[in-house]
């Protein structure tokens, strides 16, 4: 509890009173003015923290890792076809055009 001087009055009044107990006049330092940052009550902050958005570092790394074999996948289909197509080319070229 600090003593302040009333605005008013000039008086020294508490500046936990609402109200200077001389003139009445309202205790500024009680008032906000518009602009001024207040500090946020326990309520607040919980609503607030619980807006927090948290990554799903799983989730991405188990999708990462499904897409991933995804395309290791297609790219072992596609060599298995290529090799099986290459060695019936490679037959046909052995064996020779019939006459
Ligand atoms: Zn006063």
């Not at 020294?12 to 500090?39: N, W």
């Not at 989730?59 to 991933?68: G, K, W, Y």
């Not at 074999?69 to 080319?89: C, M, P, R, T, Y």
Request: charged letters at 25%; proline letters at 3%.
């Amino acid at each position: 509890m600090a003593l302040i001087q009333c605005h008013e009055c000039g008086k020294e009044i508490s500046d936990s009173a609402a109200t200077c107990p001389g003139c009445g006049a309202p205790v500024r330092a009680k008032q906000h003015k518009k602009g001024d940052t207040v500090p946020h009550t326990d309520q607040e902050v919980a609503v607030l923290l619980s807006k927090k958005k948290k990554t799903s570092h799983i989730l991405h790394l188990f999708l990462s890792i499904i897409t991933a074999g995804i395309w290791i996948i297609i790219w072992i289909l596609v060599a298995i076809s290529n090799s099986s197509e290459n060695a019936k080319i490679d037959r046909q070229i052995k064996d020779g055009k019939k006459v």
